[in-house]
């Protein structure tokens, strides 16, 4: 679509319209081509550096990261389990799957499937209550033996962090 039909529709400047489309490009969901802008082929590669819940950056590629798949090969990234279970709530029936990383291992598994750690003496430096995740029942129970903590399943862990959110006890922002 070109510039100037842009700025003829919305009935604002050519330059607010490319000040306006910065951000989008910097997201990666529009690329600008001679004189216009065109949307961009949705690809797997993800380039979210915010967490799309408490809008902190996502600085720790890996160990805490949450993502949510969603219909039109969209996906969103949170900075944690705690802000993606959140957003996870938030989206309900949207969600075509959730995945995160086992704390352990770091690799990626099912996150309705995973075992959530809560209350851990372990501070990871993110949103709170803290969430870690485990792929494997045994892992999250040892990890417990030497941080103390509370292993939940995911509906638990939603349930606990979503009591956290209403008692205000969370470092959310928004």
Not at 28 to 56: A, R
Request: glycine share 6%; with cysteine.
């Amino acid at each position: 679509m070109k510039i100037r039909d842009l700025s003829e529709k919305f009935e604002v400047s050519e330059m607010t319209i490319h000040r306006d489309l910065k951000l989008l490009m910097e997201q990666g969901l529009v690329k600008k081509i001679f004189g216009g802008v065109q949307l961009q082929e949705v690809s797997n590669k993800i380039q979210q550096k915010q967490c799309t819940y408490c809008h902190k950056p996502i600085s720790n590629e890996g160990k805490l990261t949450y993502q949510l798949i969603l219909p039109a090969n969209r996906i969103e990234r949170t900075c944690c389990a705690h802000c993606g279970i959140l957003r996870h709530k938030q989206l309900g029936g949207d969600v075509l799957q959730a995945l995160c990383h086992d704390f352990m291992t770091n690799t990626t598994i099912s996150a309705t499937t995973a075992w959530f750690v809560m209350d851990t003496s372990l501070q990871m430096g993110c949103c709170e209550p803290q969430v870690l995740t485990f792929g494997n029942k045994d892992h999250a129970e040892k990890f417990v033996k030497g941080f103390e903590g509370t292993v939940l399943r995911f509906e638990e862990a939603a349930e606990r962090v979503t009591e956290a959110m209403q008692a205000g006890c969370c470092s959310k922002k928004k």
